[in-house]
């Protein structure tokens, strides 16, 4: 039998000493609280005005450490607040395997960012890590890699970060620098994977699996009329711009123009970028009906979404947006034609019929989903959030999900991987040069190709790219897919708006009461109505989603929902 003493040792102590308890008071009493604000992990972290958030990004980094210790793994800590305006920041956490931080922790991270002193954060932190039986000054202490974007506000806030992270005895906290938040969650990942984790590891595999999918474009598709080989980016004047001409340099087989990068004089997120152009459906800054015809892209404030656009020719009509509904198409159409490859000549009573499943979430058009489902696809739906999206998507061979605001990525199971290591080993000793060999192949490049951890705008647009050439199509060939149904996006400042309570994937309002009521007896005037109302987990807002048969239609609908839920919730006073 080992003795207590040892097992304590080997599993750590689950208990704070005075030395962590009187560190920590010490360091938390340097980071006061903001009054009269409550603050709340949502649907992609924490994200408030920057200027109210050091306490709470401080408190993100004894969580973050708190995670590593408990799962013996790197944790990740991004200081970004996406597509907001620049003044705002935020943070969110990276797990051991990438994605987001678990749900169950998610109330711990609400409980010690609104603690309202530094002993009520003891408390709370002391009776978490007893509950959690987290393992102190144990076997291995906590790793936590820092990543922040463009934000003038995020080396303050990274370095209250490190202060949490260090107010953990022996934790160590390493700063990546700027990053996108993709980055971030690939290095975390491949760490903790024991793989090649720097962010040049991170361009070269990206580099390296683009170019063998070019290399496997299928001889007599490579030569295509009627496409216009450049792509122009917009940036969103955030980190994406930059860090993708790095990426163009390692590949110069594309053609592609940065506009709006870091490095220009815009502000980020101002009239540019991925939730400007999907929401509001018009060119970024510095595109113009000079561009029309070119396939064009924007990524939003830290590169983790992508929209992809074509600018009409007359100056201020609104552009054709090719959304995440139409990348998530795209990249299905591309993963089943391999799938199909692969399957032809299995007999089978041997084949591994590997199962394809699609996410979305009540933001897709209607449109999207009507096709996916006619090629014969599970379609599945998610509340709004990628954790949700991202943990749907896992339960599949080869799981695609796609917010319609252009992000997500493809998840490929680790059985199917190894299955598809071993199919194309077979192959290639058998009919070398099948399509069945290049199709294993193909797939096995696009599991490395497309980031494995969260929705990556770089890896996107590789991937877009690469299959467009696969496909020989242009991006009018790609938009011509499905039509999609017209739409019309609100946002209604209420009193409160967690007074709204939804289910079935937010597609139904079951508080207040009689909302739901309201909403279906206006919906049921429109010729293809579809609408739903649901709080945003980033905004204070409720938001308002229809869709209908003409424009005119939905923003009418629209805007009667609208009033709807102003009448069952009350405006907004200040
Ligand atoms: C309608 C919409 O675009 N919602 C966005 C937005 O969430 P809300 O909870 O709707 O504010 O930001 C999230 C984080 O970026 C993103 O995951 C989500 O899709
Ligand atoms: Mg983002």
Redesign the pocket.
Known sequence: MPQWSELKKWFGSIAMNEEQKSLLLDSSSRFVIPQGVKLSY???GFREDASILSSTVYRVGILAALRSLKTQSVIGVMITA??NKVSDNGVKIADPNGGMLSQHWEPFADAIANASSPQQLLQLINEFVEKERIPFLGVRPAEILLGRDTRPSGEALLEAARQGVTSIVGAVASDMGILTTPQLHWMVRARNKGLKASEQDYFEQLSNSFKCLMDLIPTERSKFDGMNDKLVVDGANGVGGAKLQVLHKLLNVLDIEVRNSSEDEGVLNDGVGA?YV??EKVAPHGFGSKDAGIRCASLDGDA??LVYFLVPPESNAQVNLVDGDKILSLFAVFIKEQLSFLNEKEDLKNSHKARLGIVQ?A?ANGASTNYLKHLGLEVNFTP???KYLHEKAAEFDIGIYF???G?GTILFSESFIEWLEVKSRDLSSGSKGSEAEKAALRLLAVSNLINQAVGDALSGVLLVEVILKHMGWSIHRWNELYHDLPSR?LKVKVADRTAVVTANAETVVVRPPGLQDAINTETAKYTQGRCFV??????DVV?V?AEASTQEATDTLANCVAKLVVQFLGSNSS
């Open positions: 949502g649907t992609a996406s597509h939730d999907q929401k983790d979404r979430t933001y709004t959030g990628v917010e319609a605001n992000h996006q649901r709080p945003s987990g980033t905004e938001r989603y």
